[in-house]
């Protein structure tokens, strides 16, 4: 387990008068205090697999600063600066920052004086400890975002979109549209981290990982709750193409989702993106699916497939059922030897293999009979008589001209000279 602790500074403006939260809410927010709470140590722990310790964080403050609650307005895109003036304060005061692993600023406050307008929140840039709150994001749903920030995680996101903060199920798109649960002591917790959000920052037990060195599969298996390491078995399904699989119950963290749910998972330039359902859903559960590649005909053998069935969904017993299965492209066999003698750019000349010169014709012809048969063959899917008939012949057509091609291409035939001496003489040879 790897320690991690945060500095909490609380500050507040010169001309600030409004009530700040008893310290002990704090420390139970931050330390291990309130370990057991569904506090920030707690949801850190749990979506590190166990490999976060973040209760030895402390609490410091109030401290002032120079500036006025009414100039904040005028320096707002000033963040680092403010972050600047409230770190320096708590050294002044004592407290030894630069020990700790991150810092992060709680601001009292209302900006505007309106209602529900705090002061600011942010966090990171990501890899970056430093984090920003006030006493209206004192609670695990923003502080796991921005917080998380500081552990290297970026915004998530959807398939198809480079849109940040629009996979509603987990704790980076906090704000938008996440599911944030409601909680009588902290306001609102979660949602959690996916899968692949924890895999990059090396929090996912890779050892509970199922994934198959198969070239083609298919399996029945079960996963756990993504976030319930305590349950021995399958956390998480890798399937080819990086897509990671969990199983996320509505429950704790996950308890404002409108139903227990499996979800498929990609990672590109350190953004997880929640992918669509074949029924265009993102929240899968019994009988929805995740594909990828061509499912039905027998051109489905050369571009190969993969697939992933949700069969149920038992949140009593802890448990997804998934079908994964996956078929490999077909490979057209090739001969492997060192070429000797000019092999054309279509493939025709001489490749010397075991010793021996062997021929080989032009490439390409066993894959295109193979893609016209399989055109033949799925085009009987299509309802219209008269267009099926016309895909049929234009595909015959093609696999003829292929041939007739190859056959061209391979040289003249030698065609046999007629027979002397009239029918009954058969002893003369062709020439």
Same mark, same amino acid.
């Given at each position: 387990m790897t320690t991690t602790r945060w500095a909490v500074l609380i500050c507040r403006f010169a001309d600030d008068t409004s009530v700040i939260p008893p310290l002990v809410h704090y420390q139970r927010l931050f330390t291990g205090a309130g370990t057991g709470s569904l506090n920030v140590v707690d949801y850190f722990r749990e979506m590190s697999h166990g490999q976060l310790d973040l209760s030895g964080s402390q609490v410091f403050g109030p401290f002032g600063i120079t500036k006025k609650l009414s100039d904040y307005p005028g320096f707002i895109d000033d963040r680092p600066g403010l972050f600047k003036m409230c770190k320096q $304060?708590?050294? &002044?005061?004592?407290?030894?920052? &630069?020990?700790?692993?991150?810092?992060?600023?709680?601001?009292? *406050?209302?900006?505007?004086?309106?209602?529900?307008?705090?002061? &600011?929140?942010?966090?990171?840039?990501?890899?970056?400890?430093?984090?920003?709150? #006030?006493?209206?994001?004192?609670?695990?749903?923003?502080?796991?975002?921005?917080?998380g920030h500081g552990y290297g995680l970026d915004h998530a996101r959807?398939?198809?979109?480079? @849109?940040?903060?629009?996979?509603?199920?987990?704790?980076?798109?906090?704000?938008?549209?996440?599911?944030?649960?409601?909680?009588?002591?902290? *306001?609102?917790?979660?949602?959690?981290?996916?899968?692949?959000?924890?895999?990059?920052?090396?929090?996912?037990?890779?050892?509970?990982?199922?994934?198959? =060195? $198969? #070239?083609?599969? #298919?399996?029945?298996?079960?996963?756990?709750?993504?976030?319930r390491y305590d349950l021995p078995g399958v956390l998480a399904a890798e399937l080819p193409g990086g897509f990671l699989v969990e199983y996320r119950p509505k429950e704790r963290w996950d308890a404002a989702f409108d139903h227990s749910a499996v979800f498929v998972h990609s990672f590109q330039d350190n953004h997880s993106y929640v992918m669509r359902g074949t029924n265009g859903n993102f929240d899968l559960t019994a009988g929805d699916s995740f594909a990828r590649g061509k499912q039905a005909g027998l051109f489905s053998v050369l571009a190969g497939s993969t697939k992933m069935d949700v069969v149920a969904i038992d949140d009593r017993n802890k448990t997804a059922t998934i079908r994964l299965v996956h078929r490999s492209p077909f490979i057209e066999p090739s001969l492997v030897g060192s070429v000797t003698a000019?092999?054309?750019?279509? *493939?025709?000349?001489?490749?010397?293999?075991?010793?021996?010169?062997?021929?080989?014709?032009?490439?390409?012809? $066993?894959? @295109?009979?193979?893609?016209?048969?399989?055109?033949?063959?799925?085009?009987?899917? +299509? @309802?219209? =008589?008269?267009?099926?008939?016309?895909?049929?012949? $234009?595909?015959? *057509?093609? +696999?003829?001209?292929? +041939? &007739? @091609?190859f056959v061209a291409k391979s040289g003249s035939v030698s065609t046999p000279a007629p027979l002397s001496g009239g029918p009954g003489n058969r002893g003369h040879a062709i020439e």
């Open positions: $304060a708590a050294v &002044d005061g004592g407290v030894l920052v &630069d020990t700790f692993d991150g810092i992060v600023v709680s601001m009292s *406050g209302n900006v505007s004086g309106k209602p529900g307008d705090g002061v &600011d929140l942010w966090g990171g840039p990501p890899g970056i400890m430093n984090a920003f709150c #006030d006493t209206l994001s004192l609670s695990p749903s923003p502080l796991g975002q921005e917080m959807q398939e198809g979109s480079d @849109t940040d903060y629009m996979d509603r199920w987990d704790v980076m798109s906090v704000f938008d549209s996440a599911a944030m649960a409601p909680n009588a002591e902290w *306001g609102t917790v979660g949602p959690g981290l996916n899968a692949q959000c924890m895999r990059s920052r090396g929090w996912l037990d890779e050892a509970r990982v199922w994934r198959s =060195s $198969a #070239d083609s599969f #298919d399996t029945v298996i079960q996963l756990r709750p993504l976030h000019g092999v054309a750019a279509g *493939g025709s000349g001489l490749l010397f293999v075991g010793g021996k010169f062997r021929p080989v014709p032009p490439r390409g012809l $066993a894959n @295109t009979i193979l893609e016209g048969v399989a055109a033949y063959l799925d085009a009987a899917e +299509i @309802t219209d =008589s008269n267009l099926r008939a016309q895909v049929q012949r $234009a595909t015959l *057509g093609a +696999i003829t001209r292929s +041939i &007739d @091609t």
